[in-house]
């Protein structure tokens, strides 16, 4: 006899007692997220600083980082570690918490996530139509760009550690990719 677990909504995840843990809800499926290393918060605050300042002079829309539960349908709820949703979007997408797609998604791989961000994220990020999308190599000091197109999110251009990384989603934004690491 085949067993049918029952998924988890939203609704049902606000429920949980906190235990100091993050969680995030893949179709339903609870999944208990580690805590970051102190070199992934790094290179996030440092990207956050310059995605911050770049955002705030050109009055693009505003960035957030994790934890902040980014709600895609009632039984998808991730956290990922930078998000931007442009100016046009705001009033639309961001509530209490995320309410939508980000139009920006940045994660940094870490060795207990490598699958998670790779694959996993990658499938709702692309089903939900996020437009942009950077994986943040630590390991390889590499940025993967992503891009949307006709067939959900494809890899644009890998940028290397020498190179300067460039958006096409925010027009003008430059980073030097070793400056993060």
């Not at 949703?85 to 509530?95: C, D, I, L, Q, T």
């Not at 870490?110 to 990658?122: A, C, E, G, N, V």
């Amino acid at each position: 006899m085949k067993s049918t677990a029952t998924k988890m909504t939203y609704d049902q995840y606000c429920l949980l007692p906190e235990d100091g843990n993050q969680y995030e809800v893949f179709d339903g499926e609870l999944v208990k997220t580690p805590s970051p290393s102190s070199r992934h918060q790094k290179i996030v605050q440092k990207l956050l600083y310059r995605l911050s300042a770049y955002l705030e002079a050109h009055a693009l829309g505003e960035v957030f980082v994790a934890p902040l539960d980014t709600i895609f349908d009632q039984y998808t709820v991730l956290q990922p570690d930078i998000l931007f949703v442009s100016r046009e979007r705001v009033a639309e997408v961001v509530k209490e918490r995320i309410e939508g797609s980000p139009d920006l998604v940045v994660e940094i791989l870490s060795p207990s996530t490598f699958y998670k961000d790779l694959r996993r994220k990658m499938a709702v990020y692309s089903q939900f139509k996020v437009q942009e999308y950077w994986i943040v190599d630590p390991e390889k000091q590499t940025i993967e760009l992503y891009q949307r197109s006709g067939e959900g999110l494809q890899l644009a251009r890998q940028f290397a550690s020498q190179e300067t990384f460039q958006s096409p989603l925010l027009m003008g934004f430059q980073l030097s990719v070793g400056s993060i690491f």
